[in-house]
């Protein structure tokens, strides 16, 4: 599989950093933020290093398409968010800045100022926490 030496989802993917895990399959990796926005703030990346929606291969996107509604139900049944954003962000100039692609989920609520990244990392026993409510969820869901 492609990987890059010096990337911090590839050493994710590989166990050399460790992450709050959600999921994972042949092709994808589900893990939490670790700068969270908000409660719930959940990742979804191809397994291989693809950089941005220019390199990502259609079946890795189908993929992660199919894992995303998923999470998204799982996300909903864990947190009760009153909006999920779903975004992915391509090159610095779109706000970029793990340039390995990667899908956000969002837990919203209304009137909240929107941020897409904060440089505050999340508590890691309340990050394991949501980790394995979204992962509970998940089992529940088709
Ligand atoms: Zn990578």
Redesign the pocket.
């Known amino acids: 599989m492609n990987?890059?030496e010096n990337?911090i989802?590839?050493q994710i993917?590989r166990g050399t950093i460790p992450a709050h895990r959600v999921h994972e399959d042949e092709e994808t990796l589900v893990f939490m933020d670790i700068f969270p926005v908000a409660d719930g703030h959940t990742l979804i990346i191809p397994r291989a290093?693809r950089e941005n929606i220019f390199e990502i291969t259609a079946d890795e996107i189908g993929a992660i398409g199919r894992v995303s509604r998923r999470i998204g139900l799982a996300i909903r049944q864990a947190f009760a968010p009153e909006g999920l954003m779903v975004f992915q962000l391509n090159g610095a100039a779109a706000g970029q800045t793990v340039f390995?692609y990667h899908m956000h989920f969002m837990p919203r609520r209304e009137g909240e100022p929107l941020a897409l990244h904060t440089r505050v990392a999340g508590d890691p026993a309340r990050l394991a926490e949501n980790a394995r409510r979204i992962a509970a969820a998940l089992e529940t869901v088709e």
């Open positions: 990987h890059q990337c989802f590839c993917v290093h390995h």
